[in-house]
């Protein structure tokens, strides 16, 4: 008995400690969309030469990027909350860009795509060098790598077969429970009692495990779809924007005038 209980203690945790590395996968994973996103906008405010041409063609970068998220919340959640999406997406970008999105199979993809073929007309523009350029394509694949991971997290479940392994095992000890503390003479109200609470936690611990092996469900992506997209908005139209460097390497020149070498 001591022995089957032990063996029953390690593989509940090693299921739990595997649903929680799942959990913080997801949480990794959906914390990257928002930082990768930042960047990308970072990226396209400082190099991307704006003139009235290209000044709306960032804007609509920019869009995209705030949609990215919830596309990716839409996706990893079985495209749950479809109609709240579709009026996310009017809110967000012009009519035009919104039937395509709801019509991909996968929403951020298509933005990650919308989001290429912009950056790709500004560079051929000659609004965008090719560094530059470069660099950006490189986080736009790294924000593509984030979304098949996301989904691939999402389409990838515990094997059902260890799932029904375990709760075979769950039961089969918790049926020898009561015999095992019957052999210590113990009275029938505290073999009962033990029982109950043993059964207690050790299903308490299984659930635990099953509910965070879909761990989108229980990671807070509404919140960190809303912070990514503050993110990008900040990056765009920041509300206190820094005077231009002109400034200071004026004041810096003034400053070292006073200095003469000796």
Known sequence: MLLFGQAITLLLTMRTNASLARLAEARALAGRVGTTCREIAGLLVAYVDEDRSTAPLVQLAARHLCAVPWGIKRVVRGGADAARFAELLGALLPAA????????????????????????????????????????????????????????????????????????????????????????????????????????????????GIELEAPFTWCPLQELAARAMADVVDEVCPLHPAPPLSTFLVDAAGASSGFHVV
């Open 97 to 208: 860009e919104v039937g395509p999105l709801l019509a991909a199979p996968l929403p951020p993809l298509a933005s990650v795509g919308r989001l290429r073929a912009i950056v790709q007309h500004v560079h051929g523009a000659g609004r965008l060098d090719r560094a530059a350029h470069r660099t950006i394509e490189g986080r736009l694949g790294a924000l593509n790598d984030v979304v098949g991971a996301c989904e691939r997290l999402a389409q990838s479940p515990v094997p059902p077969a260890y799932t029904r392994h375990t709760s075979r095992m769950l039961l089969i000890f918790l049926v020898l429970v009561p015999v095992g503390l019957m052999d210590l003479r113990l009275k029938v109200q505290y073999v009962a009692s033990s029982t109950l609470f043993i059964t207690y936690l050790v299903v308490g611990i299984e659930e635990v």
